[in-house]
């Protein structure tokens, strides 16, 4: 660079040399033609003229004067042209130097551009690893069988997803999300809000079971779990609520818990009657035993009399003995399930009729007349060996507690799908406190008949289990001295 420049120094010196030396040999030319031309011409010119300052003399002066300052003029306009305007070289430099900043310029551009579509694709890549995710996340939170919460710390629920919409039987998300968790009483009942509140303090995973009873009329069990999520910092901004129906789990829960508890009572009522039905078998025996010993000992030191007596004791022992014996073995095997239930139709008439039929030398025994009113072709649907058994256990009741010359009246009428049977004494009746008992396993009422028949006590069970296992039930109205009416239901058709 300064190279040129010095070269455009010696240049432009060299230039004015030129014309420097150019001038004063324009000048001394002139003063030589000056000086001929007055030599020639003094003789021409006789008169001088007087004061005339563009004389012949000084003509030349002029000329030299108007080239010199011509010379100058030329000197300082090229020396404006040298610093106003650069030299050819000096201008394909800057222009050289300006392309070469513009080429740097541009690959620096180019290079960003490359970096910022670089930048694009890799964000581009992010965006679609990211929509990815979201739609799998969106697909799992709406596929899930679990209902899904996400709650903010004030209560208020963020996202909900269909399974919970289908939990609580809400119409649509907007009106879930109208609910706030920390307010709303229903929630703050069951002990969620608790559960919610303590999962924002402690920063830990809360699960609980609850009974809910949601705006929309639907009664649930859920079980929630509330597990916190730190999105901002380190405490916990939201809670993610996962809500399970168990209300299937736990209504089976309910039904094995009161089927056990409904089992040990069974079992302490089974182990109470069998050590009351021990004791009442044991009774009758020591009363065979007796008699029997007593006639086998002093046979001949009794009269006939006396040995009748002891016969009589003995056999109606027996036959206490024999009926228990016989209503314990059907009692058992219905317990045990042997007992196959055959349900088909019967004529509820015919069937009664056979049972009087059956019970009519025990009645004339106490002149005790049966009358049926049940109308011919009055069909149930039942086991019928069950149904006889039940009908002459409740008829030998009726009589076993009803004073000579008394009537009981059998009839049956429809209550909307069953048949409702009842048969009724004019005996001696049943206070309040025994109607309790009467059916009952663990208590084993037995009372003596008016004759002073002796019972089983188990005849009652039977009945009602006979008469459940047919789909139908049976209870007892009664007062005492005025008598008793025992009815029962049995269906009418096959349900």
């Known amino acids: 660079m300064k190279i040129l420049q010095n070269i455009n120094r010696l240049f432009l010196s060299r230039l004015s040399k030129y014309l420097l030396t150019a001038f004063l040999t324009l000048c001394f030319c002139t003063v030589y033609s000056s000086s001929f031309f007055n030599k020639t011409n003094q003789s021409i010119l006789q008169i001088k003229p007087k004061n005339n300052f563009l004389t012949i003399n ?64 890799e964000l581009a890549n992010e965006n679609k690893n990211i929509r990815k995710s979201e739609e799998k996340y969106q697909t799992l939170i709406k596929n899930s069988p679990i209902g899904i919460l996400l709650i903010d710390k004030n209560g208020s629920i963020i996202e909900v997803n269909q399974a919970l919409l289908d939990i609580l039987g809400s119409p649509d998300e907007n009106e879930t999300k109208l609910f706030n968790l920390f307010e709303y009483q229903p929630i703050v009942d069951s002990g969620i809000t608790h559960s ?111 040995k009748k007596t002891f016969i009589k004791n003995i056999n109606e022992a027996a036959e206490i003995t024999f009926k228990l014996l016989e209503n314990l073995l059907e009692w058992s095997r219905s317990q045990t399930g042997k007992i196959i239930i055959n349900p088909e139709k019967i004529d509820l008439s015919l069937l009664i009729n056979d049972t009087i039929s059956f019970l009519k030398p025990t009645a004339e025994k106490k002149s005790i007349q049966i009358h049926s009113d049940v109308n011919y072709n009055t069909i149930v649907f039942a086991d019928i060996n069950m149904i006889t058994t039940t009908i002459r256990n409740l008829i030998s009741n009726a009589i076993k507690f009803s004073f000579p010359n008394g009537l009981i009246k059998i009839s049956a009428k429809n209550v909307d799908n069953f048949i409702e049977i009842s048969i009724t004494d004019n005996g001696i009746g049943i206070s309040n406190q025994d109607l309790s008992k009467i059916f009952k396993l663990d208590t084993h009422f037995k009372k003596e008949g008016t004759a002073h028949e002796q019972g089983t006590g188990l005849g009652l069970i039977l009945c009602k289990e006979f008469v459940e296992k047919n789909g139908g039930w049976i209870w007892a109205e009664s007062e005492p001295g005025k008598g008793s009416c025992f009815k029962f239901t049995l269906p009418k058709e096959k349900s």
């Open 58 to 121: 000084t003509f030349p002066l002029v000329w030299i004067s108007v080239i010199f300052i011509a010379f100058i003029l030329i000197i300082i306009y090229i020396k404006k042209i040298k610093h106003k305007q650069p030299s050819t070289t000096v201008k394909d430099k800057v222009i050289r130097k300006q392309i070469d900043d513009l080429k740097e310029e541009l690959t620096k551009e180019k290079n960003t551009l490359e970096l910022l579509q670089k930048k694009n694709e």
């Open 196 to 306: 919610l509140k303590k999962c924002f303090l402690t920063d830990e995973t809360i699960t609980e079971d609850c009974l809910y009873f949601s705006n929309w009329g639907k009664r649930v069990y859920i079980r929630y779990s509330f597990v916190p999520i730190k999105l901002e910092s380190n405490k916990t901004s939201h809670v993610l609520a996962n809500i399970e129906d168990v209300t299937s789990r736990k209504n089976a829960e309910i039904k094995i818990k009161e089927s056990e508890q409904k089992l040990r009572e069974v079992n302490l009522a089974k182990d109470k009657f069998f050590s009351i039905i021990a004791h009442d078998i044991k009774t009758p025996f020591n009363a065979i035993l007796g008699f029997s010993g007593l006639l086998q000992d002093d046979f001949d030191n009794f009269n006939t009399d006396e």
